[in-house]
């Protein structure tokens, strides 16, 4: 059986890789979270979709290098992982990030600093056995500061340039590194987001593609692609264009 570990696994699209990768065939999962009833109904959902996949889960603080040094352990006891996804993270407020220090502390940390120490923790395992994929989520916020949540795409752009870095350090091996940027999709974490332009994505479109991107080794993997061309766009806009827009 492939060995699966995906980290945030109660996450909306974390949820749906997981139903697709269990539909694929027999698979082991191992669901990592912070929060034991809502991962062990993932886990229950999964198990009777997919009764021949072995389906576990963890849970611990996902904010201590300690707590995920554990868990990176823990996971990885009797088996490495074929491939690992680290999915988890949540959409601040930009203003109230702005109003208190505690938020953008939080922001970062959760969706920038606990993904790159997982990731760490992962990488050293993969190269120890030589090989294995490592898909890290971001965000197409990352790809320029924008005024309506420049700290969580401040968080998203760290993690891109860490997985760029990752790349270049096991471009000579047969580890994979795939960072993974979404646009905005219709999830609970984007519940309180206003009127976009562009229709937000499902899940399972999202997913569709985060999977897909992973068994081929992708370096970037935009969820959906359209976004590829948005942020192409938004990125090689002048500045004095740029910073007429409310975006």
């Known amino acids: 059986m492939k060995f699966i570990v995906i980290v945030g696994a109660t996450s909306a699209i974390a949820e749906q890789c997981a139903r697709l990768w269990v539909q694929q065939g027999p698979v082991r999962l191992l669901l990592l979270a912070r929060n034991r009833k809502r991962v062990e ?8 979709r997919a009764p021949q996949s072995v389906v576990e889960v963890m849970t611990g603080n996902f904010e201590n290098a300690a707590s995920i040094q554990s868990l990176v352990d823990g996971a990885v006891m009797h088996e490495v992982p074929h491939v690992v996804l680290i999915a988890h993270g949540f959409l601040p407020n930009q203003q109230a990030c702005q109003d208190d220090l505690a938020q953008t502390q939080a922001a970062i940390g959760i969706n920038a600093i606990s993904p790159v120490l997982f990731a760490e923790g992962f990488a050293k395992i993969l190269e120890h056995r030589g090989g294995g994929t490592l898909g890290i989520i971001g965000s197409v916020a990352g790809d320029r500061g924008r005024k309506s949540n420049y700290v969580y795409g401040a968080a ?15 471009a000579k091996t047969s580890i994979n590194v795939v960072l993974i940027k979404p646009g905005p999709t219709d999830t609970p974490m984007t519940a309180s987001m206003g009127p ?6 499902s899940p399972a479109l999202v997913a569709g593609a985060i999977v897909s991107g992973i068994e081929r080794g992708r370096d970037v993997v935009y969820a959906p692609q359209r976004w590829w061309l948005v ?3 938004v990125r090689n806009l002048p500045r004095f264009v740029f910073n007429k827009l409310n975006i």
């Open 196 to 201: 976009t332009v562009l229709r937000l994505a």
């Open 231 to 233: 942020m192409l766009i």
């Open 41 to 48: 109904q993932v886990a229950s959902d999964l198990r009777i």
């Open 156 to 170: 998203k752009g760290l993690i891109e340039r860490y997985a760029e870095g990752m790349q270049h350090r096991f």
